[in-house]
């Protein structure tokens, strides 16, 4: 029988993407909280993030603003059904940070059929604002019926 719905604990373990390679692994991005309301995702600073200045480049912040909204989007969807995917993104930085940690949370503004729309907001260690985003997600219908789930190591649905 194939599934039509993934359990929170199935979902989860999907998100984290076992042994397969991701950007936010490779940047050392970790989820926090997998709450639908605000997701939040955790990143230690290291000079692998600099910019030339020495301070974390602007693109972190968006990684981390991107990943936090697509997560929260899939908790909120059902991902057999639909897939969700970054569509617009802006983030304003606020504060130059060169050490400690990031934590970036994602609070759901608009919940529509085909779009939701989430604010991020990123702090330092000390709980410092150190940048504000916002990130417009797409939900689409998969274009056929999964058979497994998406990414490196499929897993079938009807298991």
Not at 45 to 68: C, K
Not at 73 to 88: F, H, Q, S
Not at 118 to 131: K, L, N, P, W
Request: proline share 6%; glycine share 6%; with cysteine.
């Amino acid at each position: 029988m194939t599934k039509t719905q993934l359990s929170r604990d199935e979902l989860i373990a999907w998100l984290e993407g076992g042994d397969s390679p991701s950007l936010m692994k490779t940047l050392g991005i970790r989820v926090e909280s997998y709450d639908p309301e605000a997701v939040t995702v955790v990143l230690d600073v290291d000079e692998r993030l600099f910019q030339p200045a020495r301070i974390v480049h602007g693109g972190v912040y968006v990684v981390m603003a991107e990943s936090a909204a697509s997560i929260a989007a899939c908790l909120r969807v059902n991902v057999l059904e639909v897939a969700v995917m970054g569509m617009e993104i802006n983030a304003n930085h606020l504060r130059p940070i060169r050490a400690g940690m990031l934590r970036a949370t994602a609070t759901c503004l608009h919940q529509g059929s085909t779009t939701h729309v989430y604010q991020i907001d990123i702090r330092d260690g000390e709980g410092h604002r150190v940048c504000i985003s916002r990130c417009t997600i797409a939900v689409r219908p998969h274009r056929a019926p999964l058979k497994a789930l998406p990414g490196n190591n499929p897993k079938p649905l009807d298991e």
